[in-house]
C-alpha cells in the first residue's frame, strides 16, 4: 500500500532569467555585480587564486586554517573589536578554500556593503596572525579532524583519491590535510602562505541592488593596497583510465557496515560533454529516483542511500559511488553497483528517465538562485571556468533540450566500469574471501 497509486509527471518548464551583470576594473582588480532590484541583502565574495592545491607537501590544511584564523583579529583590531564591528553592520564573513580558489563571503544589508567588504579585505590583506591564536586554531582543526577521521569515510575517501591521482601528487591528498598534515602546520606556514598568495587584487563578486551600490567604491574597497599580476592558469591534468579494476580494503575490525567509495578519473570541468554527463550521472547515481538507489536500497534494502556522480574542477574530474551497505551485503552491493554501472555504459538511458532528469536538473538550476549569496557562487563558476555571461540561460536550455542520443553517448565514453578503483572500508576477516570468491578484481590492502 502506499500513499500515492501513481507518480505525478514532471510538469512544464518555466522561464529563468539569470540576473543582469556589469563590470568594472578598478585598483587592478575586476568588480563583477548582479543585478537584484530591490533586493535589501547584498552578498560580495573577493575570490583569490590562493586555492589548497597551492599548498606546500606536508602541510595540506594551511589555507584552511589561515581561513579559520580570519576572525581571529587584524593588525588595526583585536577579535573581540573585529566581531563587534562586524556584528554593528550586520554582517556575516564566510572564508572558505576549495582546490582553485580562496574566498572571502560578506553578506550585509545593502547600505552596509561597502563598510562590510572593507572589513573583509581588513581580515583578508591584514590578518594579525598572533601566533597563540594560529596554533589554537590549528589544534582546534587537528581535534576535530580526528574525530572526524575516526569515523567510516575519510580514510576511503583519501584512498580512492590516493589511488587516482597518485599518493606523491597534491591533488592526490585530502584537500583540507588529515590530522597529521594539519598538525604539522607552523605559524611561519601560515604566513608564508598568506605572503604569498593573498595579497594580489583577484576578483570581487557582488549580488544585490546594484541602482544603490557603488561597484567602483567596493572595488577600491577590497583591492586598495594590493599589487601583482594575475598568476597564470595551469591546463588540465592528463589521465587515463586502467583496464582492469583494483580493491583497495581499508580495514575496520568490528564495523558492522562497509564504507564503499568506487570510480575513476574523468574530464576536468570545461568539457564539452559536461552536460551529457551530468545528466547521464542524474540518471545513474544523482537523484532519489536513479537507477542506483532504486535498485540498492529500494528493491535490495542493502543500504540507506547511494550516489553517483561527477566532481570536476579547473584541472581535473573524477567519477565517484559513494554508499554504506551492511557488512553481509558488501560483496551482492558491490556487483549489483558495477552491473548499474556497466548496464548505463553499454546500453545508455531511457526517454523516460531522462525527462525527469532534465526537469530536476533544471528545476534544481532555478531554485538554487534565489538569494545574493547563491547568485555569487554562480558568478563564482562563471569566473573560475571563464564562462560567458549567459552561461546559466544557455546550460538550463542545455538540460531541457540535450537529445537523448547525446546523454547515452557521453555515458557510453565517460564511464569505465571495468577500469574503476574500489574502495572497501570495513571488517576485512570478514569480507575478504567473499571479494577474493567474487573475482572483482585485484585485492591490495590500504596504507592509509
Avoid at 529563468?16 to 541583502?41: E, M, N, S
Avoid at 563587534?84 to 550586520?90: F, K, V, Y
Avoid at 576549495?98 to 561597502?114: E, H, I, K, Y
Amino acid at each position: 500500500m502506499t500513499l500515492i497509486a501513481t507518480r505525478p509527471d514532471p510538469g512544464q518548464a518555466r522561464p529563468y532569467t539569470f540576473p543582469d551583470l556589469q563590470r568594472v576594473t578598478v585598483a587592478g582588480g575586476t568588480v563583477i555585480g548582479a543585478h537584484l532590484p530591490g533586493q535589501l541583502l547584498a552578498t560580495a565574495m573577493l575570490m583569490l587564486d590562493a586555492g589548497a592545491a597551492r599548498e606546500t607537501r606536508g602541510r595540506e590544511g594551511t589555507a584552511t586554517v589561515l581561513a579559520k584564523s580570519l576572525e581571529e583579529g587584524t593588525r588595526r583590531r583585536d577579535s573581540a573589536a573585529y566581531a563587534i564591528a562586524l556584528e554593528s553592520l550586520g554582517a556575516e564573513l564566510a572564508p572558505s578554500v576549495d582546490w582553485d580558489t580562496f574566498r572571502v563571503g560578506v553578506s550585509a544589508p545593502v547600505p552596509q556593503l561597502l563598510d562590510a567588504v572593507r572589513l573583509a579585505a581588513e581580515a583578508t590583506r591584514t590578518p594579525k596572525l598572533d601566533p597563540a591564536d594560529v596554533a589554537r586554531v590549528r589544534d582546534d582543526e587537528v581535534t576535530a579532524l580526528r574525530m572526524d577521521w575516526a569515523q567510516p569515510g575519510p580514510r576511503a575517501d583519501a584512498a580512492l583519491r590516493a589511488d587516482l591521482f597518485g599518493a606523491a601528487e597534491r591533488f592526490g591528498r585530502p584537500m583540507h590535510g588529515d590530522p597529521t598534515s594539519v598538525a604539522a602546520v607552523t605559524v611561519d606556514d601560515v604566513l608564508a602562505f598568506h605572503e604569498s598568495w593573498m595579497l594580489r587584487p583577484g576578483v570581487l563578486l557582488v549580488a544585490g541592488d546594484l541602482d544603490t551600490l557603488d561597484l567602483a567604491a567596493l572595488g577600491e574597497a577590497a583591492f586598495g593596497g594590493t599589487g601583482g599580476d594575475p598568476l597564470p592558469v595551469e591546463g588540465p591534468l592528463d589521465f587515463s583510465v586502467r583496464d582492469h579494476r583494483r580493491i583497495i580494503l581499508v580495514d575496520r575490525p568490528g564495523s558492522v557496515q562497509s564504507t564503499l567509495r568506487i570510480g575513476h578519473r574523468s574530464p576536468e570541468r570545461a568539457t564539452s560533454d559536461y552536460v551529457q554527463m551530468t545528466l547521464a550521472a542524474t540518471i545513474l547515481g544523482g537523484a532519489f529516483t536513479s537507477r542506483l538507489n532504486h535498485l540498492i536500497r529500494e528493491v535490495k534494502g542493502y543500504t540507506y542511500g547511494i550516489r553517483g556522480s561527477y566532481a570536476m574542477s579547473r584541472r581535473f574530474g573524477r567519477f565517484e559511488v559513494a554508499a554504506g551497505v551492511q557488512t553481509a551485503v558488501t560483496v551482492p552491493a558491490i556487483v549489483d553497483t558495477l552491473g548499474e554501472i556497466d548496464r548505463t555504459q553499454q546500453d545508455g538511458v531511457t526517454e523516460d528517465e531522462l525527462a525527469v532528469a532534465r526537469s530536476w536538473r533544471a528545476g534544481q538550476l532555478s531554485v538554487e538562485m534565489q538569494t545574493p549569496g547563491s547568485i555569487v557562487g554562480a558568478l563564482s563558476t562563471l569566473v573560475l571556468y571563464g564562462l560567458p555571461d549567459d552561461y546559466y540561460p544557455q546550460l538550463r536550455r542545455s538540460y531541457l533540450e540535450t537529445p537523448l542520443a547525446e546523454v547515452s553517448a557521453a555515458a557510453g565514453r565517460h564511464l569505465h566500469p571495468h577500469g574503476l578503483t574500489l574502495v572497501v572500508e570495513g571488517d576485512a576477516a570478514i569480507i575478504r574471501d567473499e571479494l577474493v570468491a567474487a573475482e572483482i578484481g585485484e585485492i591490495v590492502d590500504s596504507k592509509i
